[in-house]
């Protein structure tokens, strides 16, 4: 069955959304969209190049050949803004920041955020980035047998992000936030479906409350911050400095107050969920594939020896990276992507209204038949020799793709090897639970339930 654990390559098969069964009446949809966004990508994104959907007067299109994909992203990315979806649902909380603003304005906060993002900026940053995995490996040695790792996961890439961002950030404060951006986004599925269906913004919802008071408190805290650190005199030398320090090379001017706090906002938001999403289903892979697990750890300690992981290890274990990707491939942190034409346009051949709603569905073109073999099945020798060849650029798209790629890629690839690297170099997982776990779309892909497993430590 799915989600149980196997032996063998390919053997496994990870947990999977169940699909909508179709034909859908409005009421069903709606039910099923705010239950699991992602089950109601109609199946033909599976097979074909693309599918699509009309709610009412409203016409969804969902481009699954990764040339359509391209064609949206990269080539014409000028013609698409971000959904009202995405605006609506993240302005609330994040501003008008580089993950929801347009223009001229995104473009001079991705600027000014461009060198904390830097490789040799973050490399500088790795034992930074590890220590909080290192300190989950010395809490759970002293303490083996079943934890939560969600919970667990969540906790740590906060700490990642606070510690090589915001050193002075109290870890109360930091676990606050979090908490803040977790209880806005569990009714979010509400909004996305008002959205996609074109119900007025007024419409109540279960959670619209929680979601405004969640809002409020997120801002208040990386507010108080942003003033704290105005005054203080002693610079910390983290990556919130250098944004506080960046200046644009056509205005020399620095982020104002309100950009920060929304830049703030929009790393930690997408910075940590994303990556705590993509650690935990990988542990519970591993947790599936004993024999996998082993060969992996067998090879971290090889390449690191009893010292913790360094920046030169990272190139040197690409069988962890490939299982990262694997995992992603098959449980994507970011499923879907939404994007309005700003005109009519043709993509492929095909007519696109200007009040066509564009669903990237990276979960079906990550299980495209057309594009994987035996595409349920996990297997990371997929990725051995790199991903970009010779398969099409968005076959594989976890980041996105174009000029709105993720800014934090390559500190969450560097941040998830050492984490992973770390905790399998020490800790064996087993499965816990018989129930494979059931991942439900929340803007990113989390487990619905807690997730357990059992930790045995490594002699
Ligand atoms: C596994 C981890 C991650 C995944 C899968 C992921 C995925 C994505 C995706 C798919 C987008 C594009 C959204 C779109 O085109 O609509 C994006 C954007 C973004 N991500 Fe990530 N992300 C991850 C980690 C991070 C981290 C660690 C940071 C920062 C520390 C970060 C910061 C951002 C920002 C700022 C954007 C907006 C970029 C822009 O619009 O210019 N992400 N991410």
Redesign the pocket.
């Given at each position: 069955m799915d989600g149980e654990a196997s032996s063998g390559p390919g053997a496994f098969k990870p947990p999977k959304i169940e699909m909508a069964q179709w034909p859908l009446s409005t009421w069903s949809l709606l039910r099923v969209m705010v239950r699991n966004p992602v089950a109601t990508v109609p199946p033909a994104a599976y097979r074909e190049a693309h599918a699509s959907l009309q709610v009412g007067r409203q016409a969804m299109f969902y481009p699954s050949d990764p040339a359509l994909v391209e064609e949206i992203?990269v080539r014409k990315h000028e013609d698409f803004a971000?959904s009202r979806i995405?605006n609506s649902l993240l302005n609330p909380i994040l501003g008008n920041?580089?993950?929801t603003a347009e223009g001229d304005v995104?473009r001079r906060q991705?600027r000014l955020?461009a060198p904390a993002?830097r490789a040799a900026t973050l490399s500088s940053h790795l034992p930074v980035m590890r220590s909080p995995f290192e300190e989950l490996v010395e809490r759970w040695a002293l303490n083996p047998g079943p934890h939560r790792i969600d919970n667990a996961m969540t906790a740590a890439t906060i700490a990642v992000?606070c510690r090589a961002?915001f050193s002075n950030f109290d870890q109360g404060d930091a676990d606050r936030v979090s908490g803040a951006i977790a209880r806005y986004l569990r009714p979010s599925s509400w909004p996305i479906t008002y959205e996609a269906l074109g119900l007025p913004k007024w419409t109540p919802h279960p959670g619209k409350l929680t979601m405004e008071q969640a809002a409020a408190e997120a801002r208040q805290l990386v507010w108080s911050f942003v003033a704290r650190r105005r005054q203080g005199r002693k610079v910390p030398p983290d990556l919130a400095q250098v944004l506080m320090d960046a200046r644009d090379p056509e205005t020399g001017r620095a982020l104002s107050d309100e950009e920060l706090v929304n830049t703030f906002l929009?790393?930690i938001a997408?910075?940590?969920e994303?990556?705590a999403?993509?650690l935990t289903w990988a542990l519970y892979c591993l947790a599936a594939q004993p024999e996998l697990q082993d060969a992996l750890a067998d090879h971290v300690r090889n390449v690191i020896g009893d010292g913790p992981v360094e920046a030169p290890h990272l190139e040197a274990l690409p069988d962890v990276t490939q299982f990262i990707e694997e995992t992603?491939r098959l449980l994507?942190?970011?499923p879907i992507?939404?994007?309005r034409p700003l005109h009519p346009c043709q993509i492929g051949g095909h007519s696109i209204e200007q009040t066509t709603l564009v669903f990237i569905p990276?979960y079906a073109i990550h299980r495209h038949e057309a594009l994987w073999s035996s595409p349920e099945s996990f297997d990371p020798e997929r990725f051995a020799g790199g991903y970009q060849t010779p398969r099409q650029r968005c076959a594989f798209?976890?980041?996105?793709?174009?000029?709105?790629?993720?800014?934090?890629?390559s500190?969450?690839?560097i941040?998830?090897v050492a984490g992973l690297g770390t905790m399998l170099a020490a800790l064996r997982f087993r499965l816990h639970d018989k129930t494979p776990p059931e991942p439900m779309h929340r803007i990113t892909l989390r487990p619905r339930k807690e997730v357990v497993l059992g930790l045995e430590l490594r002699s």
């Open positions: 992203l971000k995405d920041g580089i993950l995104w991705r955020a993002f992000i961002f929009t790393l997408a910075g940590h994303t990556s999403n993509a992603m994507p942190p970011v992507l939404s994007r990276i798209m976890p980041f996105g793709a174009g000029p709105r790629i993720c800014l934090g890629a500190f969450a690839m941040e998830m």
